[in-house]
């Protein structure tokens, strides 16, 4: 069984720029949600994916978009890039058909915008 | 939305001794985990727990929903035990709403 994966681990990036985070789930998960976490706070929820379409948002604007594939591997996007979204960016998978909603993050990737 | 609180906010304390985190959330849960991030920033999993107690080795948990917090205890603290803990709910949306975390630091 193979864990949550995501790539690359570190990125630097120009303001205003867009970038692409990728994010492979567990065996067997077919939900990924994707978080923000700043420095010295909590993450916090951008989204989820459950069979492709997107399955609840945060507070997070339309500049922060994703994707899931078939395989449920995911995408998170951002566009315009602010220095703001520098930041640890993580994903999580579970299973969206159990009753357990156990939730497994990957490494995460960290973000910083210059 | 739900309120997680945890307390602690940041503890020290000697190898060998025990410590209590407590998270307490304003509303009903469906899921609440414990989480310890290590300082690369990966979330390690502890406890699966929206109720009831569990003990993995020096850690266990318990969870009294209907009071509306849960308990983190550690035994026998050791270096490698330093580091952030969350406490995460979710109120059945499947998105989990994290505390601020309770920052360890174990000196040998």
């Known amino acids: 069984e193979t864990g949550v994966t995501q790539s690359p681990t570190h990125l630097i990036k120009t303001r205003g720029q867009q970038v692409t985070l990728r994010c492979s789930s567990q065996s067997g998960h077919n939900t990924v949600s994707w978080y923000q976490q700043a420095l010295g706070q909590g993450p916090q929820f951008i989204f989820q994916?459950?069979?492709?379409?997107?399955?609840g948002r945060g507070n997070f604007p339309p500049r922060f978009s994703g994707l899931q594939f078939p395989n449920y591997s995911s995408e998170l996007n951002v566009n315009a890039l602010e220095l703001d979204d520098s930041a640890l960016y993580l994903c999580a998978s579970s299973s969206g058909q159990s009753a357990n909603t156990e939730a497994f993050f990957g490494q995460g990737t960290r973000l910083t915008v210059v | 939305g739900i309120q997680v609180e945890q307390s602690p906010p940041d503890l020290i304390l000697q190898e060998g001794a025990n410590s209590t985190l407590r998270c307490n959330f304003s509303d009903s849960v469906n899921n609440l985990q414990w989480f310890h991030q290590n300082p690369w920033g990966q979330l390690i999993n502890l406890f699966y727990i929206p109720s009831g107690t569990k003990q993995n080795g020096r850690l266990s948990a318990t969870t009294v929903a209907t009071e509306r917090y849960s308990l983190l205890y550690i035994s026998s603290s050791q270096t490698t035990d330093s580091g952030v803990y969350f406490c995460?709910?979710?109120?059945?949306?499947?998105?989990?709403?994290f505390g601020s975390g309770t920052r360890l630091q174990v000196q040998p």
């Open positions: 994916y459950y069979r492709e379409e997107e399955n």
């Open positions: 995460a709910v979710d109120t059945g949306r499947r998105a989990l709403t």
